[in-house]
């Protein structure tokens, strides 16, 4: 069945489409299937390096059309989107949640109607109310950084360390899992004073927050960040005043490319970043097989890397798509 109405299905969206080949190269029962990604925001790089790879993944499969929609970091937004979503001939929908509990109840809604199949992207719901979840260990991220941070501070002999975390968007499951698995580690550092502010993963916020917090702290020892944008705003902030060199900076999601956290890495500009799997293209390929009925397991989790000057050349030549 071909599906005509896509400019018009989804009219009241923010959304790309995105041809996945000639309709004349379908399949040979002419089936088309039609994919919506309900993406939180595309402000952070590693949501358009999402983007980037479900744009050149979905080349692969002609009997497919994707629509990618962009929640803009609006709960309410994507709430709309993916109730226009459902009134539409959609087969498939990939969400990435902006927050778990208010996104919860809408895809429960949709998986219910069960008109069409649902992956959760990397940012769990507050309940499995999808047929799949693909995502990466939040969990060993943030202890895989505190556990840095405590090395780190032990190996230099520094005491009573004072520790900046600048958390990602609050209520958000990566954020929570990363500001908890961290913990496990600096928190049994003797004396360590952990400052923390929350600037929603943008780089911009990070760097005004870390502008507030370098009038306010004399001494500064580690800058962990949930992300690497937030650890470059800090970066950046320490830099225009001079101080960037009494701290380390500490990111997570260490994306290839020029303006990527692994450059970073061996630009200097971080002492650590870890590698988070942005599992898009994992989650379509599983996608596809879901409407070509192949069985698929209910949740994928994929494992991160710790990148450091050691091993980040060799990281960043494996890198092969790039964020603009």
């Known amino acids: 069945m071909m599906r005509s109405r896509l400019a018009a299905a989804f009219a009241l969206s923010v959304a790309l489409i995105v041809g996945c080949g000639s309709k004349q190269a379908a399949v040979e029962d002419g089936r088309q299937f039609v994919i919506a990604f309900s993406q939180c925001n595309t402000a952070e790089p590693y949501r358009t390096m999402q983007n980037n790879i479900l744009e050149q993944e979905i080349k692969k499969h002609p009997d ?9 970091q609006d709960n309410a937004r994507q709430i709309s989107q993916i109730e226009n979503i459902m009134l539409q001939d959609v087969d498939l929908l990939i969400v990435a949640p902006n927050e778990a509990a208010p996104l919860t109840p809408i895809v429960r809604k949709a998986h219910e109607k069960g008109a069409m199949k649902i992956i959760c992207l990397e940012r769990d719901l507050a309940a499995p109310v999808y047929d799949m979840f693909v995502g990466a260990d939040n969990q060993a991220i943030g202890e895989m950084a505190g556990e840095f941070v405590k090395d780190y501070v032990e190996t230099k002999g520094i005491e009573a360390p004072v520790i900046i975390e600048m958390k990602g968007l609050l209520g958000s499951p990566p954020q929570e899992e990363r500001h908890a698995g961290a913990h496990q580690h600096i928190d049994q550092i003797p004396g360590a004073r952990v400052i923390e502010e929350v600037a929603n993963w943008l780089q911009d916020e990070a760097k005004k927050r870390m502008e507030t917090i370098l009038q306010a702290n004399q ?46 890495v061996m630009d200097g500009v971080l002492q650590c970043t870890f590698i988070y799997p942005t599992c898009a293209a994992e989650a379509l390929e599983y996608g596809v097989k879901m ?28 890198a092969t798509i790039e964020a603009p």
Do not use: S
Request: charged letters at 25%.
């Open 291 to 318: 409407l070509h009925g192949e069985q698929v397991p209910e949740r994928v989790i994929l494992q991160p890397q710790k990148i450091t000057p050691e091993n980040a050349q060799e990281w960043y030549e494996k």
């Open 219 to 264: 001494r500064i020892d580690v800058v962990y960040a949930h992300n690497d944008p937030m650890a470059v705003g800090c970066y950046l902030a320490a830099k225009e005043a001079d101080r960037e060199k009494e701290m380390i900076f500490v990111g997570v999601d260490g994306l290839g490319g020029a303006a990527g956290g692994i450059k970073k």
């Open 64 to 72: 497919c059309t994707l629509v990618i929609h962009d929640a803009q």
